[in-house]
């Protein structure tokens, strides 16, 4: 365990009622976080893109490749055995992560982008007829409306897009007059990535079982920064990223259960995924295999496991806690900037903070941070019809992590003071 | 903080606080809609070409200080010329905002040198280019409007 109780709150910081979190000694094991760009240390607060990876996320990765490397599955050899036993212990430590049922019911695949594609491709495409309904919502990042979009396109069904408040929550009474006899998917992120409300995802679940609709959840911006238990969410699939989760980028996961996946055809073929090949007849491998043609990420798989380890070792309760007071912190400081509005004032938020400005343009703030040695992110962050709704082209974002330090929060601050500065 | 002034000099924050020949244009006759899928940053450059002369030039849209201040100093430099010293400006001005940090900055580019610094910052080198691609289009179009992106 990392956490210490310390008495009284870091300076400068509000008065934190929850434990503080052992910052220090966490930012110790993040060799990147000691660096300096621009002659300054390095802030970086862009970690809904890309979360900074733990020394043991590194080390794993490469002790992989000096020890053990091989290629899985069907080899005899010494070597074989252990990367198959490494990657199939990773696919282990993603079932406890998720509290999955079963390890079959994990898939590995490139990033929640891919896991959402395969959805899509091998569930929805199948199954939807002209004027069938799939539910999304105005929330949700690229990467989970582009697909049924595509499959929509293809199969002649439609899209309904919940709504939300001015405040950055989903209308549950509008989703709930959007399920029908026609929805045959919900997909829903369970973190905004621009806005960082936190969806009622065990409630959206709940509606759409009620009327036999099942769902998936785009955990990308929820597994990094809380606990997700997917037998308790009782959701039917649930994607996530490895880089975002403090492991390596190429490697994700789709959980699915297994009666939903078992009737599911392949989407890719190739190696591995199947259990006999003829001149006329092909049969697949059971799950996952199945969905796991050809040889797979092995070393990111060993680096999510390394990865999923480390968070096993600190208090994640205490994390989450710490990621949402420096949000919230830094949502106070930055709204006594004459000129700047943070966009999503939701309840219930994570660690993510969009904030705009009357003077500057979002990539002219994310220029003049960067210099000033604070990482952000501008743009739309994948999600236009997000941005249509708020009406505005574009946000700066600023997204916190557990190692980000309320002294961090202020540099953030003091540098979108500059921005003013400049800009008038 | 300094090489910071070098990219947001007075002019450019000038031309993005007041932006020049920005809204409609009435009796265009060439049009075109930039996008940098990128950013987001959407803008419409209106001309009037009158015997291989730009008569008059517009355009409208949301962008970050540097496409603005761009699209701005464009519009003052090209109206008035003829269509080909147009095209040559937008190259030479390619050439500027993409040559190394020590490349040359022509003479003839005038006042549109001030957006040189954008060299140093690779990731807002589109953000400077987006007025020209999209006069460039425009140019070439007839009267339909036509769409192009930075990608």
Known sequence: ?424 | MSDLRELYQEVILDHHRRPRHFGPLPGANHHAEGLNPLCGDHLTVHVDVEDGVIKDVSFEGAGCAISRASASLMTDAVKGKRVEEAEEMLEEFRQMITSGADGPVEAGLGKLGVLCGVREYPSRVKCASLAWHTLHAALESETETVTVTTE
């Open chain 1, 1 to 424: 365990m990392r956490v210490v109780a310390r008495a009284g709150a870091p300076a400068g910081a509000p008065g934190l009622q929850q434990r503080a979190f052992d910052v220090a000694s966490i930012r110790r094991d993040f060799p990147i976080l000691e660096r300096h760009v621009y002659g300054q240390p390095l802030v970086y607060l862009d970690n809904a893109a890309t979360a900074q990876k733990p020394r043991a996320v590194i080390d794993a990765i490469s002790n992989f490749y000096l020890v053990s490397n091989a290629n899985i599955h069907r080899g005899v050899h010494r070597l074989s055995e252990e990367a198959t036993g490494a990657y199939e212990g990773a696919r282990a430590a993603v079932r406890r992560f998720l509290n999955a049922r079963e390890a079959r019911e994990i898939v590995f695949v490139r990033g929640a982008t891919e896991a959402i594609n395969l959805v899509a491709q091998a569930y929805a495409r199948p199954l939807l007829r002209p004027d069938d309904e799939i539910v999304v919502s105005i929330l949700e990042h690229h990467s989970n409306f582009v697909p049924w979009k595509m499959a929509a396109e293809a199969t002649g069904a439609r899209l309904r897009v919940v709504p939300m408040t001015d405040a950055g929550e989903l209308r549950l009474d509008e989703y709930e007059r959007l399920l029908s006899d026609r929805t045959r998917l919900v997909a829903i992120g369970h973190v905004s990535n621009a806005l960082g409300t936190v969806n009622p995802v065990a409630e959206i679940v709940r509606l759409a079982h009620a009327r036999g609709v099942p769902v998936l959840v785009d955990g990308a911006q929820a597994a990094p920064h809380m606990r997700v238990d997917v037998q308790a969410l009782d959701c039917d699939f649930y994607a996530f990223s490895g880089h975002k989760t403090f492991g390596p980028t190429g490697i994700g996961v789709l959980y699915g259960k297994a009666e939903l996946m078992d009737p599911m055809p392949p989407w890719q073929g190739g190696g591995d995924m199947i259990s006999s090949v003829t001149l006329d007849e092909v049969r697949y491998a059971a799950l996952p295999a199945k969905f796991e043609a050809g040889t797979p990420d092995i070393a990111g798989a060993v680096g999510l496991a390394a990865a999923i380890e480390y968070l096993e070792g600190i208090d994640r309760d205490a994390a989450s806690a710490h990621e949402a007071a420096l949000a919230r912190y830094a949502e106070k400081r930055l709204s006594e900037i004459a000129g700047v509005t943070v966009l999503g004032r939701a309840a219930q938020k994570a660690g993510i903070v969009s904030f705009v400005m009357s003077a500057a343009h979002p990539h002219d703030i994310g220029t003049v941070l960067d210099r000033e040695g604070v990482a952000i992110r501008t743009g739309h962050h994948c999600c236009q019809p997000l941005m249509h709704r708020l009406g505005v082209p574009a946000t700066a974002r600023a997204s916190f992590a557990f190692y980000n330090t309320f002294e961090e929060a202020d540099r953030l601050a003091a540098a979108v003071a500059r921005v003013k500065e400049m800009f008038g």
